[in-house]
């Protein structure tokens, strides 16, 4: 009897352990899920410089896809590694059917084709963690910024939302602000990075692979330089999401359109609620600012190209 009373005296402390880490390890909560949309253009994937590598058709189209994927999957890879359980990528370019799915990180959904009710942004809702805009382009009428325009370069002058002028990365920021989820990323030339900051603020994490001689020329980041800049900038902001904020702004939204030529606005002039402002220029109000949006996607796509 004595024997075994030694015996469990000694081994107590090791009982008492145990149940403290079996305890410990019940009381511990699951991680929650990390979920990543990942919005892809091509105008500022690394290397591309010209509209040629963005065109189907054309002898260079082939290398802006090679590149547009290897810049999405730096992108995955690096939200892999910062721990993401299921990532969206939305293929967001001009058809829309830009990345071949037989190249993309499988542990990636890739969703092809347009029209998109939410184009750019199709897929994204409020389950979403985090958003990253890759491969994206300053706005129209930007100075050294490669192949910049707004949504429509042979429509589109100009695009504001409440007073503020946009390009592509703010219209879309704000239908994920809509959802409530954070850009907290932006890959592209450094125009659109500088952008980024003054639209999304300081806190957004920007990766520049390409500075902008002019319109179509560039000094280009060393592609595996670019990709690796790319993999780390998306672990470093996903690391720092607890303190990113969703891009939100104050309804009602007034949308002013700007085109080209007065023809353009001949046409959407016909909407009910739309309002002239001069022979160039519309405008209009809406309560829901992914109703606006729609309807802002609907006068650029009915107007003529010049």
């Known amino acids: 009897m004595k024997h075994s009373r030694t015996i469990f005296t000694s081994l107590c402390p090791f009982v008492i352990l145990a149940l403290a880490a079996i305890l410990s390890f019940a009381q511990q909560k699951p991680k929650p899920p990390l979920k990543v949309f ?3 253009d091509m ?11 963005t065109t189907p058709g054309t002898a260079d189209y082939a290398d802006g896809c090679a590149w547009m994927v290897a810049d999405v ?13 299921e990532i969206v990528v939305n293929d967001s370019h001009g058809s829309m059917r830009n990345i071949d799915a037989a190249l ?3 542990q990636a959904v890739l969703i092809s084709g347009t029209p998109k009710p939410l184009s750019m942004m199709q897929g994204i809702d ?3 963690a985090a958003c990253l805009l890759i491969g994206y382009h300053a706005k129209a009428g930007t100075e050294n910024a490669v192949l910049d325009h707004t949504i429509s370069g042979s429509v589109v002058r100009a695009i504001k939302v409440n007073g503020i002028e946009m390009p592509e990365l703010g219209l879309n920021a704000a239908i994920a602000g809509y959802y409530g989820v954070p850009v907290v990323l932006i890959s592209g030339d450094t125009a659109v990075c500088r952008q980024a900051g003054e639209i999304l603020g300081k806190d957004v994490v920007t990766v520049a692979v390409k500075e902008a001689y002019g319109r179509l020329a560039a000094r280009l980041v060393p592609l595996p330089e670019a990709h690796n800049k790319i993999r780390m900038g998306v672990k470093e902001a996903l690391g720092k999401l607890a303190g990113a ?3 939100k702004l104050i309804a009602p939204y007034t949308f002013e359109l700007a085109y080209h030529v007065s023809a353009q606005a001949d046409m959407g002039a016909m909407i009910p609620g739309v309002k002239r402002l ?6 209009f109000t809406a309560d829901d600012y992914i109703q606006g949006f729609r309807t802002l996607r609907a006068m650029i796509s009915i107007a003529p190209a010049r």
Do not use: C, M
Not at 43 to 53: A, L, P, T
Not at 278 to 283: E, K, P, Q, S, V
């Open 43 to 53: 105008e500022g994937i690394s290397g591309i410089v010209h509209g040629d590598q």
């Open 245 to 247: 904020k969703p891009y």
């Open 73 to 85: 999957n730096a992108a995955v890879e690096g939200a892999l590694a910062a721990g993401a359980t």
């Open 278 to 283: 001069d022979a160039r220029t519309l405008a």
């Open 38 to 40: 990942i919005s892809v």
């Open 126 to 128: 409020a389950s979403f």
């Open 104 to 106: 993309l990180t499988p």
